[in-house]
């Protein structure tokens, strides 16, 4: 197989050692139902979680990254999904303002660990779940709504972080989370361009029409790897942690010289969650 020049870039890139803020699913279970995932009438198999759980762990922990663990808090079953709990960059951590109820207090807690933990938190007025849809790409900031953060709240993104912020809009409810239907595989370096992977059916056309014109050699993947949360996945720029079930998307990734690394989190899933959910990274 001969390789593009994309795929050649991506062969020479050296890995970061991310920093990453995790939470043990002590306490996972479907209780109730806030996303098109849960089924709370299903038994759920909590033992199961934490195995799979510990597995992305010891994955990254294997990968060299700074692995930090926050307390779960018993009554928060979906605390479990970190990246929900905020955003970082540059030491900065913008809080997150749960949309529903269940979750609301989990917001609070990551705060809470985020002041602990020396970083500037930034109290939020504005609905958004963190990481879950706001994404760093490069010198941008790519960001949902249509389902849970607020487009209020990307505004504050630009004024705390100085940044461009744009603006996707989510209209499939299966992924109602940016994370759920894209996925970053390497930041800009040496003047290569940073890229993604992402899920057409998951934007409106003028979000598409965004995606197409700032990513053109961005991966698209299909729809049943979609399915199985193959998009929420976690990059140090040359490994790509992924759904083990999306099959196709590691075959793409492999040939554009990525090492995609599977891991089974299926349990997690009927929660709504993957790879990428479970995952925070803590940008100093």
Not at 83 to 104: C, L, P, S, W
Not at 141 to 156: D, E, P, V, Y
Request: glycine residues 8%; aromatic residues 10%; contains cysteine.
């Amino acid at each position: 197989m001969t390789l593009t020049d994309t795929e050649s870039a991506a062969v020479d890139q050296v890995p970061t050692k991310p920093s990453v803020l995790m939470c043990r699913p002590t306490y996972f279970t479907v209780s109730y139902r806030i996303n098109p995932w849960m089924f709370p009438e299903l038994p759920t198999d909590t033992d199961l979680a934490l195995s799979q759980w510990q597995s992305l762990h010891d994955t990254y922990v294997g990968l060299g990254y700074d692995v930090n663990l926050i307390e779960p808090v018993e009554g928060l079953p979906d605390m479990v999904y970190a990246a929900n709990g905020g955003f970082v960059i540059d030491n900065i951590a913008y809080g997150a303002k749960f949309t529903h109820v269940e979750r609301q207090p989990e917001g609070p807690a990551y705060m809470d660990w985020f002041r602990a933990n020396g970083f500037d938190v930034r109290v939020p007025d504005d609905i958004n779940e963190g990481e879950g849809d706001f994404l760093l790409v490069g010198d941008v900031i790519l960001a949902g709504t249509g389902f849970r953060s607020a487009s209020s709240s990307h505004k504050k993104l630009a004024r705390i972080y100085g940044r461009e912020v744009v603006t996707l809009n989510l209209v499939n409810p299966n992924f109602y989370h940016l994370d759920t239907a894209v996925a970053v595989l390497n930041q800009s370096s040496e003047g290569r361009p940073a890229n993604i992977a992402y899920l057409p059916s998951a934007f409106d056309r003028p979000s598409l029409d965004i995606l197409r014109t700032r990513y053109p050699d961005a991966v698209i993947v299909t729809e049943e790897d979609a399915a199985v949360l193959g998009l929420n996945s976690f990059s140090d720029g040359q490994n790509i942690v992924i759904a083990s079930r999306a099959l196709d998307f590691e075959r793409q990734l492999r040939e554009r010289g990525y090492n995609p690394i599977g891991v089974d989190l299926s349990e997690l899933l009927r929660g709504g969650g993957g790879v990428k959910c479970c995952t925070l990274e803590l940008r100093r």
